[in-house]
């Protein structure tokens, strides 16, 4: 315990430096960090430029729904979904092991994580979840470093010649999600909910009747329902998986640990909120958007309707098959709009043997009537029970509630007031000292664990640079651009600026560092230069940064050693 700073303990230590890589195990392993990047984000200078944008020109005079659904869309044009194995680069499962097995137990990991053994139920139960990801080109232990990006980590994907715009993955656009709904939407924080499950992270926003963030998009409750491609997707993890946490501006509760520091009470009205989000009682529509998706129950039934005085009955597959090039749809008030565009030629005068007239059968499910006997129907029923009737599978309820006191933040408050008030907070809040290293405000924390995190899980900057000598390293960097993709005391990663090649001075000569801790001796920053000691050599960069700072970088890898010990 020595050999870390005695304000630190190791699990401590360890928390701290995964606010700067927040990959998803570290988010796993330390649900406190979710919601500081939720933070850091809102306190980003980038969403609150977006206010600017005239495409929300006069938002606040909008309702809840219109503003999500525009947030929603600036968020598809500007951002694309990515989970490119090499983006963030590899690590393998005794590395990570080693560095976990004290804070959390192996076991549960396994069966609770994706990249450490968890297989899914149901739709994942025949996948092979390293198939699923592209992983099985490489031995059974590597796994994906896989980052949760910060907004400008996310803004910065356009620098790389493959992307457009910018780019995350779904953690990622999970907190991203949450901070552009407070900053542009003023949803208030305590009517947003993150939820992480073993292969995907969502947001439930409680307005109206509940309203779902997914990767880019969003999915109401008619959404929900609809039988959609998009939303069969959607469904997918809250069907078919545990909810591992569930983070609040109150507080977090995880499925795998005892303590939570959510409020007891916000937690239990989330799991009635989402419950009532994912049931819906028997109706016509949501029977004929199970249809939709189930294409194979579609054979069992025709559909009869009145055509000038006469009645016509058509294969309900035909009238599906007609909706897909159709703006109408079959489950909804368009539907009559929609059987008009059937050809006269598909209809029939006569029932059609064997198929139940599909409104007899709704009517009986509606009213609860009809007596349901044969093994087909009984089927069909089962099924359509569970697609209306989804049974989230929340953590218990039954954990040692912390009570500790929740940050106050609203929407009526400016970036700089949200900013001041979270580090006047740090001292007396973990979730506000948490934000300040997740937010890399370098000028009030503590650099040892931000450079153990660079220094040992940088594996993109290791293989750009890990083969040069530090003459040529050093050439290489004065070609990359000099800004930093964060803004005034902030620092970027050797990997985010590797990825993205723009770096500031600073960031430059902790690249060097990175690559050759052998050779490193000391850090020096003022002002304006940079300079770094490898050997009996010495490095200058330029730096905009405005810190005034020394670091002894023999006594960092020392401590690094240390904990690998």
Known sequence: ????????????????????????????????????????????PI?????????????????????????????MDNFEFNLDLQTWGLTDKLTEVNRFKEFVDMDILANSNALFGYHGDKYYFDIDIRKHFGLDKYNGDTIPYWKTETVEAMSAFCHKPEYKNGAGECVSFACLYAAALF?????????????????HSQNF????????????????????????????????????EQITMVCHLSGYVHSTYCDATIDAQVFKDFRQKLSAFLSHQPDSDTFRSFLRIKPEFQQYFQFS?????????????????????????FSDKSKKALLQEISTEELRLAPIENRTNL???????????????????????????????????????????????ALEICPEMSREQILDYLIASADENTTAKYFLYTYRRMDKIDWQPFLYACLTRSPICLEAFGSLTPEQLYAELGKMSNKSIYSSFRLATPDEACNFNTADGIEKAIIMATCFPKLSKKLEISETETKITLGNKTYKFKTDKNIAKTIDL????????????
């Not at 401590?12 to 392993?29: A, H, Q």
């Not at 939407?185 to 947003?192: A, N």
């Not at 409104?359 to 129907?377: A, P, R, V, Y």
């Open 47 to 75: 969403i609150w430029e977006w206010k600017k944008d005239p495409w929300f020109k006069d938002i606040d005079k909008r309702k809840d729904t219109q503003k999500i659904n525009r947030i929603k869309q600036f968020i």
């Open 359 to 405: 409104k007899d059968f709704e009517k009986h499910l509606i009213q609860k009537k009809g007596k349901f006997s044969c093994q087909k129907t009984l089927d069909i029923l089962e099924q359509y029970n569970q697609f209306i009737h989804v049974t989230p599978r929340f953590p218990c309820l039954m954990k040692n509630y912390l009570g500790k006191s």
């Open 1 to 44: 315990m020595s050999k870390i700073d005695p304000d630190f303990s190791i699990q401590e230590f360890e928390k701290l430096s995964s606010c700067f890589t927040l990959s998803d195990m570290e988010i796993f392993v330390f649900p406190e960090l979710f919601y500081s990047l939720v933070l850091a984000n809102i306190c980003s």
């Open 205 to 240: 926003i409680d307005i109206d009747q509940g309203v779902l963030t997914n990767n880019r998009r969003i999915v109401t409750k008619n959404m929900w329902y609809n039988g959609t491609e998009l939303s069969d997707k959607a469904r997918r993890a809250l069907e078919n």
């Open 305 to 329: 309707f009145k055509v000038k005085g006469s009645t016509y009955y058509i294969e309900v597959e035909k009238i599906f098959a007609c909706e897909q090039n159709s703006k109408n749809s």
């Open 183 to 199: 900053v542009i939407g003023k949803i208030p924080l305590e009517k947003i909910y993150l939820m992480a499950t073993p292969l």
């Open 554 to 565: 023999k006594k960092i890898n020392s401590l690094i050693k240390s904990l690998r010990d």
